[in-house]
């Protein structure tokens, strides 16, 4: 399966918080979900995830907030991004 990569961006905090967001366009939808994107984004410290987004093969759209995992409703790229970023900030108590 061809993935193209439609974003890509990475930032270190001071802290030493990793903020990254990877979105791929892919030709089929990645099962369960029924869009035609795969993504993982992620923040958190090396060895620590605090807010994750994904769309793992098998489980489908979902958030991970520590170590609860729910289901996400993809409603599209832009609110992904306004989601994850909204949990983002809430966490930093900061707008990034």
Request: proline share 5%; charged share 30%; glycine share 8%.
């Amino acid at each position: 399966m061809k993935a193209d990569l439609v974003i890509r961006e990475r930032i270190v905090f001071n802290d030493g918080a990793i903020l990254e967001v990877r979105i791929w366009s892919v030709p089929d939808p990645v099962p369960p979900s029924s869009h035609r994107y795969k993504y993982a984004l992620f923040y958190g410290y090396p060895g620590e995830r605090l807010i994750c987004y994904d769309n793992e093969r098998g489980k489908g759209d979902h958030r991970h907030h520590g170590a609860i995992e729910t289901s996400y409703a993809f409603a599209g790229i832009e609110q992904l991004l306004r989601d994850f970023r909204a949990d983002v900030e809430w966490l930093r108590g900061e707008t990034i």
